[in-house]
């Protein structure tokens, strides 16, 4: 049953914590993204990775980090400097690399909130 | 950045009705586009998409029509049930990134 999990479905952070959202794809997509969702906003883009071991920033990295080392894999760090975390996290994926005319599938989301 | 709006941000209708959720885009240079659905809670659903050199696609239950020349799009659900109560949203992407709008409710009277 292929898919995308994301994981833990709750998340709460104390100031100055610096937290890990999980993100895993068993769709063999070569590419993976991280959005943010606010209430009365469309999603926003964090961070982007087209390829194991390179990632690119979206329109709203600050504050955020990633990784890449395995091709199903795919966290998200929100660190101390993101004031303003509390919002329902989206990883996707797509088949091949690049943000082109590709079918891009979600997971459940993370929602993260501030203690 | 981009701006994808919708007309409406709720829609009531009975079951049975259709219903027209509508999308405009700011992008001229967009072509290919992507409906979701997301209930409460989950991660946005694929629902059908569209590429610019289209005019109309159709699905189970649900048509998108685009509209190139005023830059709008728009989902018809035909029969629309409980199930299809959540928010929907279009997205756009002119080759670089997708772009989303914020979404209309959908709220399905029984």
């Known amino acids: 049953d292929g898919g995308i999990t994301q994981s833990p479905k709750y998340l709460f952070r104390k100031e100055g914590q610096n937290v890990t959202l999980s993100c895993e794809q068993n769709?063999?997509?070569?590419?993976m993204y991280w959005y943010r969702q606010d209430p009365g906003q469309g999603l926003r883009l964090i961070y982007y990775s087209q390829i194991v071991n390179d990632f690119q920033k979206g329109d709203i990295a600050e504050g955020y980090s990633v990784s890449r080392e395995k091709k199903e894999s795919f966290p998200l760090t929100v660190t101390s400097a993101q004031k303003n975390p509390t919002a329902f996290y989206l990883c996707?994926?797509?088949?091949?690399?690049?943000?082109?005319?590709?079918?891009?599938?979600f997971g459940p989301g993370t929602r993260l909130l501030v203690l | 950045g981009e701006s994808v709006g919708l007309h409406l941000p709720t829609l009531s209708v009975q079951e049975g009705d259709n219903s027209i959720i509508n999308c405009a885009y700011s992008?001229?240079?967009?072509?290919?586009f992507i409906w979701y659905k997301q209930e409460s809670g989950k991660g946005p659903q694929f629902i059908i998409d569209?590429?610019?050199?289209?005019d109309k696609r159709q699905g189970q239950r649900v048509t998108v029509l685009l509209n190139k020349t005023v830059k709008h799009l728009s989902l018809q659900i035909a029969a629309t049930q409980p199930g299809d109560s959540a928010v929907y949203f279009c997205?756009?992407?002119?080759?670089?990134?997708?772009?989303f709008g914020t979404g209309t409710s959908l709220t399905v009277i029984p």
């Open positions: 569209i590429r610019s050199n289209m």
């Open positions: 996707a994926s797509t088949k091949a690399g690049g943000l082109g005319l590709e079918t891009q599938y």
């Open positions: 992008n001229s240079a967009s072509d290919y």
């Open positions: 997205a756009e992407n002119p080759g670089n990134q997708f772009y």
């Open positions: 769709l063999n997509h070569d590419a």
